[in-house]
């Protein structure tokens, strides 16, 4: 079972930048397609892009041309460079496996002037 710490979040004004990480145990990570989740308060928890092993990447409609994931198979880690942000980017992130593992703390990401 892969096990996950997000770290990176913090509070910035609108039209910042921040740079999550995700750091994965296991020696089969770079077999798994990673994605990042956000969950803002009473909203769902939503998908916002997503990253094969081979390093192909997806994004949500949201976010796209504003956030970029990539991924060091040699580190465990998973990174979400997030530019522009919004106030409604507004949200604790996670990072997991889109299929199976579990769901990590999180790292809280607040946009506010």
């Known amino acids: 079972q892969v096990q996950l710490v997000e770290s990176g979040g913090g509070l910035v004004q609108p039209g910042g930048s921040l740079r999550l990480s995700c750091a994965a145990s296991g020696s089969i990570f770079s077999i798994y397609v990673m994605g990042w989740y956000r969950q803002a308060p009473g909203k769902q928890r939503e998908l916002v892009a997503s990253?094969?092993?081979?390093?192909?990447?997806n994004y949500a409609d949201s976010v796209k041309g504003r956030f970029t994931i990539s991924r060091d198979n040699a580190k465990n880690t998973v990174y979400l460079q997030m530019n522009n942000l919004k106030p409604e980017d507004t949200a604790v992130y996670y990072c997991?496996?889109?299929?199976?593992?579990?769901w990590g703390q999180g790292t809280q990401v607040t946009i506010s002037s």
């Open positions: 997991k496996p889109l299929l199976g593992g579990s």
């Open positions: 990253i094969t092993g081979g390093g192909s990447p």
